[in-house]
T-cell receptor, first 115, second 109 residues
């Protein structure tokens, strides 16, 4: 089954404790992206990746890191999490960049609470 | 720059029609529409490319007016299953998709 898989689905942690949210897709997609969703603000892009070893900042990259060492994986790293990073996070992928006719396929989301 | 959606929320009875608008301050090449049920991932509905086209499937359709830099999503004879939050996404340059703040649609029996 074609899917984007995120882990963990839920995480409660404390300020400053490094964490990684994994994202994996099995559709051989070139483009992958991370979004955070906060009430009233919609989906805001954190980082995106055009291909292996090619990543770039989205609209809200502060406090986050990403890597794309393999085509299928795009982990989101919070080196020193803070309470303002408490949010619902989505990973998404598409065959090519979203301009044009390429729909985004979203993972089920990771609800992150930082105390 | 984030597109602006209107209305922010709408409540309908089953069978009524709804229109959700998405406006951008910049020229657009494409507009994406997604629906998100509470606690679930956004699900792709349709993409419209510049050219003023209109697309649709079932009783959900959309139009794209590139001169006005806006798109509208039309839900006809709404069903309970249409409830959710609808997002438009517009090309933000540099290979990015920028989403609006969402429109919450509630369909009551």
């Amino acid at each position: 089954e074609a899917q984007v898989t995120q882990n963990p689905r839920y995480l409660i942690t404390v300020t400053g404790k490094k964490l990684t949210v994994t994202c994996s897709q099995n559709m051989n997609h070139e483009y992958m992206s991370w979004y955070r969703q906060d009430p009233g603000l919609g989906l805001r892009q954190i980082y995106y990746s055009m291909n292996v070893e090619v990543t770039d900042k989205g609209d809200v990259p502060e406090g986050y890191k990403v890597s794309r060492k393999e085509k299928r994986n795009f982990p989101l790293i919070l080196e020193s999490p803070s309470p303002n990073q408490t949010s619902l996070y989505f990973c998404a992928s598409s065959l090519f960049p979203p301009q044009g006719n390429q729909p985004q396929h979203f993972g089920d989301g990771t609800r992150l609470s930082i105390l | 720059q984030q597109p602006v959606q209107s209305p922010q929320a709408v409540i309908l009875r089953e069978g009524e029609d709804a229109v959700i608008n998405c406006s951008s301050s910049k020229a657009l090449y494409s507009v994406h529409w997604y629906r998100q049920k509470h606690g679930e991932a956004p699900v792709f509905l349709m993409i419209l490319l510049k050219g003023g086209e209109q697309k649709g499937h079932d009783k959900i359709s959309a139009s794209f007016n590139e001169k006005k830099q806006q798109s509208s999503l039309y839900l006809t004879a709404s069903q309970l299953s249409y409830s959710g939050t609808y997002f438009c996404g517009t090309d933000g340059g540099a290979q990015k998709l920028v989403f609006g703040q969402g429109t919450r649609l509630t369909i009551n029996p």
